[in-house]
């Protein structure tokens, strides 16, 4: 049975004592942040080729996808504020959401990691528990056979019945009778 849920409208979430408003991630905002990943991660054509390793381009590839994602997911947001960093007189002071200082917080290791647990990571695990074909570590999906389906040997082929074999357009050569030596 397919159940169709209405869409969610944007929802506050607090993270790290400071308050988060963010939309919904729909299909068209995760073609957009994959789109963005991937812009992000291209290579110039000046620039020299890097060898990573498939785990190592995999973990890029999610980083830039979670990035892409809170980047146009956070509407607003209370109580952020730049830190106190020596004598600056702006220390303290309420940052307004901007592009410019979303980049700056995701810019910090541990907030972009925690702004991906409460935004990103919940999403992609809905559509994976929605996704039963969705691969999993040994290679069985969610929505792999019951165990009581599955079988500890495989089927035996069953023998030919009483069906011949279709005749074929190829011709099998001809055996030849061996000539007797001496004989012309």
């Not at 002071?93 to 991906?116: M, R, V």
């Not at 935004?119 to 074909?133: D, I, L, M």
């Amino acid at each position: 049975m397919l159940i169709a849920r209405q869409p969610e409208g944007p929802v506050w979430k607090s993270v790290m004592g400071a308050q988060f408003l963010f939309a919904p991630i729909d299909r068209k905002a995760l073609r957009r942040a994959r789109r963005a990943a991937l812009k992000a991660l291209g290579r110039d054509e000046h620039e020299a080729e890097t060898e990573a390793s498939a785990e190592e381009q995999i973990e890029d590839l999610g980083d830039a996808l979670s990035f892409a994602l809170l980047m146009a997911g956070i509407i607003d947001w209370k109580d952020v504020c730049l830190m106190a960093d020596g004598d600056d007189d702006t220390a303290g002071e309420a940052l307004p959401c901007t592009d410019e200082n979303k980049a700056l917080i995701l810019a910090d290791p541990i907030t972009f990691d925690t702004l991906d647990a409460v935004y990103v990571v919940p999403f992609a695990a809905r559509e994976r528990a929605k996704n039963g074909s969705a691969a999993s570590p040994n290679g069985t999906g969610a929505a792999a056979t019951e165990a009581s389906d599955i079988v500890s040997s495989p089927a035996k082929p069953e023998q030919p019945g009483g069906a011949k074999a279709a005749r074929t357009g190829s011709k099998r050569p001809r055996t030849k009778t061996p000539k007797s030596s001496g004989k012309s």
